[in-house]
């Protein structure tokens, strides 16, 4: 499966924004789908998963109550939709896939991810 992100961008803290993660080929739904992030200078991070059905998520600690991910099976689609954002919220987001049911946020688990976009929020 291959992964095309859209969104990202520059935005003040506080604002929001909406990436999202569109897959080529069949079977999206066979596939768990996650987020992560990477800061300058530091390791990949995971923010939000999603089960291969949508009815499990979960969410890093750092984002629960601000960011929400989501996805449309039908669409092949999977989105991070992010409020409240934060100077710390700045890095570069990932998609990742994997062919399975449950909720996955090990970085090592995805076998798929799509290219990074950046996200900014400044001051």
């Known amino acids: 499966v291959q992964l095309v992100k859209s969104g990202g961008g520059m935005v003040q803290s506080g604002g929001q924004l909406r990436l999202s993660c569109t897959a080529s080929?069949?079977?999206?739904?066979?596939?768990?789908m996650g987020w992560f992030r990477q800061a300058p200078g530091k390791g990949r991070e995971f923010v939000a998963a999603i089960s291969w059905l949508g009815g499990e998520t979960y969410n890093e600690d750092s984002v629960k109550a601000r960011f929400t991910i989501s996805r449309d099976n039908d669409k092949n689609t999977v989105c991070l939709h992010m409020n409240r954002l934060k100077r710390r919220d700045t890095g570069e987001y990932y998609c990742?896939?994997?062919?399975?049911?449950?909720?996955?946020?090990?970085?090592?688990?995805?076998?798929?991810w799509g290219q990074g976009t950046q996200v900014t929020v400044t001051a």
């Open positions: 080929g069949r079977s999206f739904s066979d596939f768990a």
């Open positions: 990742g896939a994997r062919r399975t049911v449950g909720l996955i946020m090990e970085e090592g688990e995805y076998g798929y």
